[in-house]
């Protein structure tokens, strides 16, 4: 039986591992804050990265930041310092793709491999297995995880070199980010000319206008209910910032994307950070948040 060891039990990491285990496989996870609920769920808990490293066949990471993933491999009680001969490393961070290239290169040089598999969807798209993975790397070092690949959420695709995955993931951004705004918009418009919003609501869910996030945050919309956040202003907004580098690397102008990275530059200097995406309506409207009762239609 195969022992995956995950670093980073969050929101998306917890849910993975339980996939995995429901799947079959045997979890050891670390997490700065515990793991008592790894625990619960029939994992084993370890104090550190390296220990997680030293028990495990494959790992898995899934980390808020750049800082924090250094730290798993490359701190005194990093990965690197118990890593074991030929083990795959499936990172699956949002961070800039020449940085983990560069971490990359440190796990290979220790025996290992590292493949680049971010994740798109929300955290609660995780356990019922709906979010996409999007695995970039050595091919080889793909067979070698294929089926936890497979256990981990939803469907994988393999997006080809090294850093593919990451691109693809900054495309699908741009569209969730500027979808959100496009949804907000819209039902701006409907509400200030007078429209019943459920009754707009049901007319377009299956009609050509439609898109996931129409479907998704337009109930949001509609209640102004931006909390708890499927899918928070700052996580977007850390994507959004990597997206705007690649652009501006590749000379690519992107009119709609500065628009909408715009709004939410101003919302999370507001102090919106913590609330769903879907929130920028507020903003459209020139409406503060912090006023809003949670079964407000105003």
Request: proline share 5%; aromatic share 4%.
């Amino acid at each position: 039986m195969t022992t995956v060891g995950v670093v980073g039990l969050g929101k998306m990491g917890l849910p993975i591992a339980q996939n995995l285990m429901e799947r079959g496989f045997t979890v050891v996870g670390y997490r700065r804050s515990g793991t008592d609920e790894l625990v619960a769920a029939g994992g084993t808990g370890a104090r550190s990265a390296a220990e997680v490293a030293s028990a495990s066949d494959v790992l898995l990471s899934i980390l808020p930041d750049l800082a924090a993933l250094r730290e798993v491999v490359e701190g005194p009680n990093g990965t690197l310092t118990k890593l074991r001969p030929g083990t795959v490393h499936v990172e699956m961070s949002t961070i800039d793709v020449a940085e983990k290239a560069a971490l990359r290169d440190r796990v290979r040089s220790s025996g290992g491999d590292l493949l680049d598999c971010p994740i798109g969807g929300t955290p609660a798209m995780v356990r019922p297995r709906a979010a996409t993975t999007f695995v970039s790397g050595e091919p080889a070092s793909v067979d070698v995880v294929r089926e936890v690949l497979d256990a981990i959420s939803g469907p994988w695709i393999y997006t080809g070199a090294f850093g593919t995955g990451a691109r693809l993931k900054y495309v699908a951004n741009l569209l969730v980010a500027v979808h959100t705004v496009a949804t907000a918009e819209a039902m701006l418009l409907a509400r200030r000319s007078g429209l019943d919003l459920e009754l707009v609501q049901r007319a377009l869910d299956d009609s050509i206008a439609s898109s996931a996030i129409w479907q998704r945050r337009g109930p949001l919309v509609r209640e102004r209910r931006w909390t708890p956040a499927p899918g928070p202003i700052e996580t977007l907004h850390h994507i959004l910032e990597q997206i705007e580098d690649q652009a501006e690397a590749i000379g690519t102008e992107l009119p709609l994307f500065a628009v909408t990275k715009r709004l939410y530059d101003k919302a999370l200097a507001e102090g919106w950070g913590d609330l769903d995406i879907a929130a920028v309506y507020d903003l459209l409207s020139d409406q503060s948040p912090a006023s809003v009762d949670s079964g407000s239609t105003s």
